[in-house]
């Protein structure tokens, strides 16, 4: 139709040409001006014709390739801006540290114990809600023995959790401390440990100040499910004192606490439940050590053994495919104690403190304490250099060593 159009064009343009050229005779122009003039105007008519072709040959065909091209960039289009949006929901405005400042005490339940520790002049009034046997829980045990605080223990049932439903904050270890302004509530290991160590250092400053240090920040993941984690849960607060340490020796402490909290402990949950027999084994010995036949009635102290049991090998195997760790699992776990063990040497110091354990020190025994009791614990003493070490810093927690400097 294009060619057609151009043609028709063309003969429309000849036939004014003819009519220009005998208007021109009777005008009087010679006949080597008709020609010049009839010359240019043929030469156009060409043009024209040539450059509609041109167009016609170019113009490209879409066709199904381009058509699942285009396709593809809208639907692509569409989910990045959907991906921008929820990570958007990400960056949600941090709490502040003040919701967790309680106005009346947590229901009463009777303590499964309580450690008083002699020469205990911190004037804390702590008490920690826990698993026995999680690793985040014996960081924080691990913390308050090292440096000789005081504290009653209440045991959650890890099914169960009634002793913790009054609390927004759902996981454990939780510490409740009281204070003049009401009761501080502390979340996450390794911010109670940083609030608490902060105090320590300057107890001038109020537990709740130090609280407001560390917001949870509150985020709704691409599943719409809101997670919780804790801004600066890693950096002590010695505010303008001089701590007498290098920057390096800071910086590094933070580095090693967090490889306890993202690498040791992911290694522990898949070996202490490699088997079925040993997740039994495993569930025995937390009923032994967390005391449950006098702290739960019996059909709960069955349900959590059996059912516990039952479910963490499960959930052990989903973790070992998470966490990337090796078809051997015991693998994972040797490796990650020699990588500690490694930069003890490289340091040549009894801790990662130097000639006292450091807060990483307390963290990473408090993790391995936690499966003392099993199979994969005798195994990891044999197969690696971690035993000397771990039997260090059971005597520096045991004698409540820390409690003598906080430097």
Not at 127 to 152: E, M, N
Not at 316 to 321: F, P, Q, T, Y
Request: aromatic residues 10%; positive net charge.
């Amino acid at each position: 139709m294009a060619r057609q159009g151009c043609v028709t064009g063309a003969l429309w343009l000849g036939r004014n040409i003819l009519n220009k050229e005998l208007n021109v005779l009777k005008s009087g122009y010679s006949t080597k001006d008709i020609l010049l003039r009839n010359s240019s105007a043929r030469i156009e008519a060409v043009r024209c014709a040539s450059t509609n072709s041109e167009t016609q040959r170019k113009k490209p065909k879409l066709g199904v390739f381009g058509k699942a091209v285009l396709l593809g960039i809208g639907v692509g289009g569409a989910y990045g801006y959907y991906s921008y949006e929820q990570r958007k929901k990400l960056l949600a405005k941090p709490a502040s540290g003040a919701q967790f400042l309680l106005k009346e005490p947590p229901p009463e339940h009777p303590p499964s114990k309580r450690v008083s520790i002699p020469g205990d002049n911190t004037g804390l009034k702590l008490t920690l809600y826990q698993y026995q046997t999680c690793p985040f829980c014996c960081k924080v045990r691990a913390f308050l023995d090292y440096y000789g605080i005081s504290y009653d223990l209440i045991e959650v049932n890890p099914v169960l959790r009634k002793e913790v439903k009054w609390s927004s904050y759902k996981k454990v270890p939780v510490v409740v401390a009281e204070t003049p302004q009401g009761w501080q509530q502390l979340n996450d290991s390794s911010m109670v440990m940083s609030a608490l160590y902060s105090y320590l250092y300057d107890p001038s400053r109020e537990l709740p100040e130090l609280a407001s240090y560390y917001p949870p920040l509150t985020a709704t993941d691409a599943d719409g499910r809101r997670r919780t984690d804790i801004m600066n849960k890693y950096f002590l607060m010695y505010g303008d004192r001089d701590t007498k340490r290098t920057k390096e020796d800071i910086k590094a402490e933070r580095a090693w606490r967090r490889w306890a909290d993202d690498v040791l402990v992911h290694t522990l949950s898949p070996n202490v439940y490699r088997t079925p027999s040993e997740a039994l084994q495993a569930f025995r010995w937390f009923s032994e050590t967390g005391d449950w036949e006098r702290l739960f009635s019996n059909w709960e102290r069955l349900l959590v053994i059996y059912v516990g049991a039952a479910a963490m090998y499960g959930i052990g195997k989903i973790l070992k495919r998470r966490h990337n760790l090796k078809s051997d699992v015991r693998e994972s776990l040797y490796e990650a104690c020699d990588t500690w063990t490694r930069e003890l040497r490289h340091r040549g110091t009894p801790f990662l403190g130097g000639e006292r354990p450091n807060v990483a020190d307390v963290s990473v025994y408090g993790v391995l304490s936690s499966i003392e009791g099993c199979d994969a614990f005798q195994e990891l003493l044999q197969h690696t250099k971690i035993g000397p070490w771990f039997a260090r810093m059971k005597e520096a927690v045991t004698n409540h060593e820390g409690g003598r400097a906080v430097v």
